[in-house]
C-alpha cells in the first residue's frame, strides 16, 4: 500500500471520529453542559450540576400541615423560628417580655426591594419566606419525605428569611424559573440560597430551573454556596401528617 493509499484510509477513519465528538458537544449543550470553566469549586455556580434534574410532580396531597405547624422551635431554645428569624434579620429589636417574642424592629433594607420596611408585631409588614417553597418542595421530592424532614425543612434557618410581604406574596410557590426579587442586586445571593437549600435537602429541580439558575450565577461566578448547620430531621416530639 503506498503513502497516498494510507493517508485517505486515515482520513476516513478520522471522519467519524469528529462527527461524533460534534454531536456530543451539542447533546450536552441542550442538556445543559456542565457549569462551565468559570464554575469554581465551592461556588453556588458549580453546586448546579449537583441537583437532580426531574419534571415537576403533581401538587396533589399538599397542605402546610405536611411540614407540621408553623414555626416549630426544632432547635429548642425556647423560641419559635419566626422570632429567631427575626431577631437575626431586623435592627433595632425591641421585644415584648423576655428577648424572645419580637415586638418591633427596621428590616434595613429589605432584601427583595433593597427598601427599608419597618416591622411592628400585629400589623407587620414583613413576611418570613420560605426560600424554596414549601409547595414546590413538595412537587420535587418532600411528598416522598418522612414527617421529620419535612418539619426540619420547614424550620431551617437557611431556608428562611425576613422580607417586606408585598413582593413574598407575589412570589407565590414560584421557583427561579418563574419568579426572582426584584431588587437585582440581591439576585445572585437568592438564588445561592436556593441552590443551598435543594441541595441539603435533596429536593430537585426542572431543566428550566436549573437553566434559570445558571443564567443568572454565571454573572457571579464566585458567589459561594451558603451553608446551615440545622439537621435535615426535627427532634422526634414534632409530628406532621
Same mark, same amino acid.
Given at each position: ?85 427575626? !431577631?437575626?434579620?431586623?435592627?433595632? =429589636? ?5 428577648d424572645c417574642r419580637?415586638?418591633?424592629? /427596621?428590616?434595613? #433594607? %429589605? ?21 424554596v417553597a414549601l ?63 435543594? !441541595?441539603?435537602?435533596?429536593?430537585? =429541580? ?11 450565577? /454565571?454573572?457571579? #461566578? %464566585? ?19
Amino acid at each position: 500500500m503506498n503513502r497516498r493509499t494510507t493517508a485517505a484510509l486515515l482520513a476516513l477513519i478520522a471522519v467519524p471520529v469528529l462527527l461524533t465528538g460534534c454531536e456530543l458537544g451539542t447533546k450536552d449543550k441542550e442538556e445543559g453542559g456542565a457549569a462551565g470553566p468559570d464554575a469554581k469549586a465551592g461556588s453556588a455556580l458549580a453546586a448546579v450540576d449537583t441537583l437532580t434534574v426531574k419534571g415537576r410532580a403533581p401538587k396533589t396531597g399538599y397542605e402546610r400541615s405536611r411540614f407540621g405547624s408553623a414555626w416549630a422551635d426544632t432547635d429548642s431554645n425556647g423560641c419559635p423560628t419566626r422570632d429567631d428569624i427575626l !431577631k437575626r434579620d431586623l435592627k433595632d =429589636v425591641s421585644y415584648q417580655g423576655g428577648d424572645c417574642r419580637v415586638a418591633a424592629g /427596621t428590616l434595613a #433594607p %429589605d432584601p427583595y426591594t433593597g427598601k427599608d420596611v419597618s416591622f411592628r408585631r400585629g400589623r407587620s409588614q414583613v413576611d418570613i419566606d420560605h426560600l424554596v417553597a414549601l409547595s414546590d418542595a413538595w412537587q420535587k421530592g418532600a411528598f416522598q419525605w418522612a414527617p421529620s424532614k419535612r418539619i426540619a425543612f420547614a424550620n431551617d434557618p437557611l431556608n428562611l428569611i425576613a422580607v417586606d410581604a408585598r413582593p413574598n406574596r407575589s412570589k407565590g410557590d414560584g421557583d427561579t424559573a418563574t419568579w426572582l426579587p426584584p431588587n437585582k442586586a440581591y439576585r445572585c445571593t437568592y438564588v445561592a440560597g436556593q441552590v443551598a437549600v435543594k !441541595k441539603k435537602y435533596g429536593v430537585w =429541580v426542572t431543566s428550566a430551573e436549573r437553566d434559570a439558575m445558571k443564567k443568572v450565577l /454565571t454573572t457571579c #461566578p %464566585d458567589e459561594r454556596l451558603p451553608s446551615g448547620s440545622a439537621p435535615t430531621l426535627a427532634p422526634p416530639r414534632f409530628h406532621a401528617r
